[in-house]
């Protein structure tokens, strides 16, 4: 089977559609593991985050059509999987009847002992602001650069920076004490 770039990919996937979804597929199927890592993070919820998961899939696929270069295939998928997480939280917000405009921010977290230092950092990320565990998730478990994090959370590069930054330093200060 011949190799293809993403970019390769994407325009015989888009000529495929809507009957054959098999380039689509292949497409995808690397940006899964990822894409489902993100998810249970950003929502601290595996059932959820596959659901998530599945939304964006057939999202991508509704949508591969009209999808244009200005950002990247895999920055694309995570816009339309961060917009998801954002439904998700919300239709949470209204099963359990919350009111507080800033449920987004202030997630609930558990109290875990840290028996080392990935499981603190974790535990450390579940107390950040829906906003700065997003920007982290999609720095290290998606590995996108700044301006890709930015035109995804709808942030100035300036504004991303600067709270990565800030995160940066609370995590260290956290895990000297």
């Known amino acids: 089977m ?21 380039l689509f597929q292949q497409l995808v199927i690397p940006y899964l593991p990822v894409l489902k890592g993100y998810c249970a993070k950003l929502l601290t919820s595996q059932p959820d985050a596959e659901d998530v998961v599945q939304e964006t899939i057939i999202k991508a696929l509704t949508h591969l059509k009209s999808f244009k270069w200005s950002v990247s295939f895999k920055a694309w998928l995570f ?19 919350e009111t507080n405009d800033e449920y987004l921010e202030n997630l ?3 109290e875990n002992t840290h028996e080392d230092i990935s499981t603190a950092l974790a535990a450390l990320m579940v107390d950040l602001s829906f906003n700065d565990r997003n920007i982290m998730l999609l ?7 700044f301006q890709e994090i930015a035109d995804i959370c709808d942030l100035k590069l300036s504004a991303v920076k600067m709270r ?14």
């Open 164 to 177: 990565h930054k800030r995160v940066i330093e609370f995590l260290q200060s956290k895990l000297k004490e």
């Open 108 to 110: 609930a977290s558990d």
């Open 79 to 97: 816009k339309i999987a961060h917009n998801e997480c954002i439904n998700k939280i919300r239709d949470r917000r209204w099963d359990t009847h």
């Open 139 to 145: 720095r290290y478990r998606t590995e996108l650069d």
């Open 2 to 22: 011949t190799k293809f770039n993403e970019r390769q990919l994407v325009l015989l996937a888009q000529e495929g559609l809507p009957y054959d979804t098999r």
